[in-house]
């Protein structure tokens, strides 16, 4: 057999191992909390994977029901075909997505989900006989996916910077934390409300007749935990029903309990007309994403005038019966164990843990929400970034799982999470910032 060096360069790793300039953690199996490597080490996973594996690793049921569905129906496609787990799983979504938001689009990833929704948005106005409505406005620091839609909307440069030109018709807002006003906020930061206004001041310089959607995710993930100042997202929507703008809540990280409810639009109480998701849809055992669609935006689409437009759009692999059979399971398991309310229930002491790091060395900013939290780090001078890989790679030797980026440690558990792995986690990260120049 040929040793992992041999193999290893027949594999692309692309951005996070050139940048790391590290060898890949290769991990051979994976259990509820735990990942166990190839040297037969159990790390606690204090990431979810990747945002996504929010009912811990390897749930029976989930695994159960993509066995039973592989040896039942493997494949059906979505062109004028479909599958009776298809059409659950699209009303169970919708049973427990704010009222209103009545119907699933099923895609693959979360890239895809926001790929569809600004598709969506141009055909739901172009269906009314509004075709000058293209554009669109998201936010700096936003992560929206790496398709080219998801892309041109994503706030983050480094993404962007070495693949343009990108769609042209897209501005960012700016991202919602100041930690001159509001460093160390627990939760929802009072300040910053008033930034949703930056939207009503780019409509003066943009005819509001040329915007299709306003696209944020609720809690900024990937750009850093930013949570919304109370009151920001309520005013976003304000200004989208005053100008016929759609607003679209890309809910790949914050959807399916992460924040306590099943998605962010619940827990702050805004209803946005089209939710992106995937990751914790399946519990991402199986790849899927989907676009929850409002009953205004599915009516224009379904009825618009004769017929004109075609709105062709589908993939191979939409509603596929695999991820379908594991989208309900995961939703069995998440309502059975109660994860949402675990969620919301482990949150104070999730951020009272977070917050006592406020004094250690390097750190200058911690933000929290739900069972997500983020620790920015003083850069080193002259090298950014690395007191990040540091701190996250001495975590990752002592056994737990956490990601940074750039100088900022990310963490994003399982919701099944125990306290005391909680506990494990940030006196993790204590040692590691102690320890690093
Ligand atoms: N949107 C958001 C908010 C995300 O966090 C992500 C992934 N981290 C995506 C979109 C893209 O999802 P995927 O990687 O499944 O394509």
């Not at 997505?97 to 990833?109: E, I, Q, R």
């Not at 739901?124 to 996916?145: L, P, T, V």
């Not at 920001?232 to 809540?249: P, T």
């Amino acid at each position: 057999p040929l040793t992992r060096e041999a193999m290893e360069p027949f594999w692309l790793p692309m951005t996070p191992n050139r940048q790391f300039k590290s060898k890949p953690r290769i991990f051979v199996g994976a259990e509820g909390m735990h990942y166990v490597t190839d040297d037969n080490r159990r790390i606690l996973d204090g990431m979810a994977g990747l945002w996504c594996v929010n009912a811990g690793h390897a749930q029976k049921r989930i695994v159960e029901a993509i066995q039973a569905q592989a040896a039942k129906l493997d494949f059906v496609s979505s062109f004028q075909m479909s599958h009776p787990a298809a059409f659950e799983l699209a009303r169970r979504i919708t049973e427990i997505a704010p009222a209103g938001l009545d119907h699933v689009f099923f895609t693959n990833s979360g890239s895809e989900s926001v790929d569809t929704a600004l598709k969506i948005a141009r055909g739901y106005h172009r269906a009314r006989g509004e075709a000058s409505r293209i554009r669109f406005i998201s936010r700096a620091k936003a992560y929206h996916g790496m398709g080219w839609g998801g892309l041109s909307v994503s706030g983050i440069v480094r993404h962007r910077r070495d693949f343009g030109p990108l769609l042209p018709e897209v501005d960012h807002l700016p991202h919602t934390h100041d930690p001159e006003h509001a460093a160390f906020s627990r939760g929802q930061p009072q300040w910053g409300a008033h930034l949703a206004d930056e939207l009503a001041k780019l409509l003066l310089v943009h005819d509001p007749s040329t915007i299709a959607a306003v696209i944020v995710e609720p809690v900024t993930g990937s750009g850093g935990v930013l949570p919304p100042p109370v009151g920001y997202l309520e005013r976003l929507r304000q200004i989208c029903d005053q100008h016929g703008i759609l607003l679209i809540f890309d809910e790949v990280i914050t959807g399916f309990g992460r924040l306590g409810a099943a998605f962010g639009a619940n827990a702050f109480g805004v209803t946005p007309d089209l939710i992106t998701c995937a990751k914790g849809m399946t519990n991402a055992a199986v790849p899927m994403g989907g676009v929850i669609v409002s009953g205004k935006v599915y009516d224009a689409l379904m009825q618009g005038p004769d017929n004109a437009i075609e709105l062709f759009h589908g993939y191979t692999y939409s509603a596929h019966p695999l991820a379908c059979a594991a989208g309900l399971a995961a939703l069995d398991v998440y309502q059975d164990l109660g994860l949402f309310e675990r969620a919301r229930r482990l949150a104070p002491l999730w951020e009272e843990r977070a917050h006592a790091l406020r004094d250690l060395p390097h750190v200058v900013d911690i933000r929290n929400i739900g069972l997500l939290a983020a620790i920015d780090l003083k850069a080193r001078d002259g090298e950014p970034g690395a007191r990040g890989v540091e701190c996250a790679t001495r975590c990752y030797d002592a056994g737990i799982l956490i990601r940074s980026s750039g100088d900022t440690l990310l963490i994003s558990p399982p919701l099944i999470i125990a306290e005391e792995q909680i506990d494990e986690i940030f006196a993790a990260i204590r040692r590691a910032l102690i320890t690093i120049s």
